[in-house]
């Protein structure tokens, strides 16, 4: 999914300098277009994300772009105010949905603003770039968002990642982006592209072989 991939009906606009929605946006739509176009067999491939197919993540981003804060919260009480549960079973239900009804539902939703009340808007920039990569990567599809992209979302993936996707990351470790100015953290360094780290943040321990340094050696234990 490179940045210059070819949308079908969603008119995009030029990532919009610190403001995430052009590029989330963006996203959504190349996203649409890339699942729609896979082979049929392929929308049920595994994903990244444990137990969700291909579809399956198509189907939590329409949700997250659909969504409400009152739709959220009807949704988390239904599952016993339980959020990992109540993330799981929306993407399953709506990854049952036809496959080219979810990705017209993506490309009409694709200005849908919500993220959680006290996070910065980065965090949907963040949910479907790396959702991307759980999505098509499996599949060997190249996924290439703009440095100034992700540089938007690490910094809150270093502070939240422990929070939002369970990952032990150590602290003792320096984050060091090769292909924008970017790093975090002191000790032993990992370096690789900046989305590659932060898909480490985002704990898809798939990345550790496009990522190198001395700092590896600390998560050889977690992968």
């Known amino acids: 999914m490179a940045s210059g991939g070819i949308l079908k009906r ?26 729609e176009a896979l082979k049929p067999d392929q929308w049920g491939t595994p994903s990244w994300c444990e137990g969700w ?27 016993g105010g339980r959020p990992d549960r109540s993330v799981d079973r929306t993407a399953r239900r709506l990854g049952d949905e036809p496959v080219s009804e ?10 849908g603003r919500y ?18 990569a759980d999505a098509l990567r499996r599949l060997g599809l190249v996924i290439e968002p703009e440095p100034d992209e992700v540089r938007l979302v690490l910094p809150i993936y270093r ?8 990952a032990a990351m150590p602290r003792n470790i320096r984050l060091v982006a090769t292909d924008l100015e970017w790093q975090s953290g002191r000790g032993p360094e990992i370096r690789g592209k900046a ?22 050696s600390s998560l050889k234990p977690q992968i």
């Open 10 to 35: 969603c008119q995009t606009e030029p990532m919009g300098g610190t403001h995430p929605w052009p590029s989330v946006r963006r996203r959504r739509c190349e996203l649409a277009d890339a699942v």
């Open 53 to 79: 197919r291909v579809r399956d993540v198509l189907g939590h981003l329409v949700y997250l772009a659909e969504a409400t804060q009152v739709s959220i919260l009807t949704d988390l009480l239904r599952a």
């Open 102 to 111: 979810l990705a017209t539902r993506l490309r009409e939703a694709a200005d």
């Open 115 to 132: 993220h959680v009340i006290g996070s910065p808007p980065a965090v949907a920039l963040g949910d479907v770039l790396v959702h991307s």
């Open 159 to 166: 502070r939240l990642g422990r929070l939002v996707f369970h």
């Open 195 to 216: 989305f590659d780290l932060l898909l480490l943040l985002a704990n898809r321990r798939q990345v550790v072989t496009e990522l190198e340094g001395p700092g590896l």
